[in-house]
């Protein structure tokens, strides 16, 4: 099973930036597709954005649209997401999910198999 780790969440006020990373062991990211999913308290986990293999398409949440960008970088077996322009209700644990050998790009979290154990972001003034 692929063991993954996220890193770059913190603290940063509304109108900031962080990027987040999720890399994994014993395994090359390329061969998987790759969500992100965040969730707040009280709330459902839900899909922020994905990539397919190759990083050739992506799909985003309505609500970050316009203002998170996923990538990856499969030479440094490394997926990113940037989010710009945080607002406090991107407040949440922030989860990289894979999917091994995966062709679709989706935000449905049934279809990944593999879940790191999140990285705490906090949008606060």
């Known amino acids: 099973q692929l063991q993954l780790v996220e890193s770059g969440g913190g603290l940063v006020q509304p109108g900031g930036s962080l990027r987040l990373s999720c890399t994994a062991s014993?395994?090359?990211?390329?061969?998987?597709?790759i969500g992100w999913f965040r969730q707040a308290p009280g709330k459902e986990r839900e899909g922020v954005a994905c990539i397919s293999q190759s990083g050739g398409s992506t799909n985003y949440a309505d609500s970050v649209k316009g203002r998170f960008t996923i990538s990856r970088d499969n030479a440094k077996n490394t997926v990113y997401l940037q989010m710009n322009s945080l607002k406090p209700e991107d407040t949440a644990v922030y989860y990289c999910?894979?999917?091994?050998?995966?062709?679709?790009?989706?935000?449905?979290?049934?279809?990944?198999?593999?879940w790191g154990q999140g990285t705490q972001v906090t949008v606060s003034s």
């Open positions: 014993r395994f090359t990211l390329g061969y998987s597709a």
């Open positions: 999910a894979a999917r091994r050998w995966g062709t679709i790009t989706t935000m449905n979290p049934g279809y990944y198999d593999n």
